[in-house]
């Protein structure tokens, strides 16, 4: 019942700023939990930010804090992945994924975007 479309990634510098954005349908959207997951090539895809429905709980993994923040509009139905120092480590396609509880988000959220690549040059 949810559809997610990303944009926003691309090719950039180490240390350059980059945002995603989360575009979802569905009136029901604000009452979802969402997070954006990355996969790097090889590796598995990971939850790097999450957000229940109302902002009130977040998620950063480690590797993230303080560099990546994820916010919501629930008026607009979007969500943005705001991206800083970003590191060629930050390299991977970005999903953005929801569910109707924050737990689900962070174990196995049942709709996803296709997602956006972000690259990292060093």
């Known amino acids: 019942q949810v559809q997610l479309v990303e944009s926003g990634g691309g090719l950039v510098q180490t240390g350059d700023s980059l945002t995603l954005t989360c575009a979802a349908s569905?009136?029901?959207?604000?009452?979802?939990?969402v997070g954006w997951f990355r996969q790097a090539p090889g590796k598995d895809r990971e939850l790097v930010v999450g957000?229940?429905?109302?902002?009130?709980?977040?998620f950063s993994d480690d590797s993230v804090k303080g560099r990546f923040t994820i916010s919501r509009n629930n008026a607009l139905n979007t969500v943005t992945l705001k991206m800083n120092s970003l590191k060629p480590e930050d390299t991977a396609v970005y999903y953005c994924?929801?569910?109707?509880?924050?737990?689900?988000?962070?174990?196995?959220?049942?709709?996803w975007g296709r997602g956006t690549q972000v690259t990292v040059s060093s």
């Open positions: 994924a929801a569910d109707l509880t924050f737990s689900a988000v962070r174990t196995a959220p049942r709709y």
């Open positions: 957000m229940n429905y109302n902002g009130g709980s977040t």
């Open positions: 569905g009136r029901t959207f604000s009452s979802y939990a």
